[in-house]
């Protein structure tokens, strides 16, 4: 069993930055590929990025590549969601989650956190 914490959410202005935090508990964190995905009001929960147990590969939803960024720090057991060039349609809850591949944890994960609020004001 996972738990996954996030944190880092807030209101920033259009064309400003923020980094989440998602901090794992429960298991060897390095044995899973990590993502982050999002939830507009009134829209289904999108696919935002992954990056795998190493941090050595990540893939990213086209929307956000370029400025947004995933890295983890497997001594910390923490991943993080660097969020550059903000928009107002990138308002919304973002989740963290694991699963034990690539492309489990981008289909269908096996662990969620809460969720941390973003709201990007234009």
């Known amino acids: 069993q996972v738990r996954l914490v996030e944190s880092g959410g807030g209101l920033v202005q259009a064309g400003g930055s923020l980094r989440l935090s998602c901090i794992a508990s429960?298991?060897?964190?390095?044995?899973?590929?990590m993502g982050w995905f999002r939830q507009a009001p009134g829209k289904e929960r999108e696919f935002v990025g992954v990056?795998?147990?190493?941090?050595?590969?990540?893939y990213y939803t086209d929307s956000v590549k370029g400025r947004f960024t995933i890295s983890r720090d497997n001594a910390k057991n923490t991943v993080f969601l660097q969020m550059n060039s903000l928009k107002p349609e990138d308002t919304a809850v973002y989740y963290c989650?694991?699963?034990?591949?690539?492309?489990?944890?981008?289909?269908?994960?096996?662990?969620w956190g809460q969720g941390t609020q973003v709201t990007v004001s234009s």
């Open positions: 429960g298991s060897t964190f390095s044995n899973y590929a």
């Open positions: 989650a694991a699963a034990g591949s690539l492309v489990t944890t981008r289909r269908a994960p096996d662990y």
């Open positions: 990056i795998n147990w190493s941090g050595g590969s990540t």
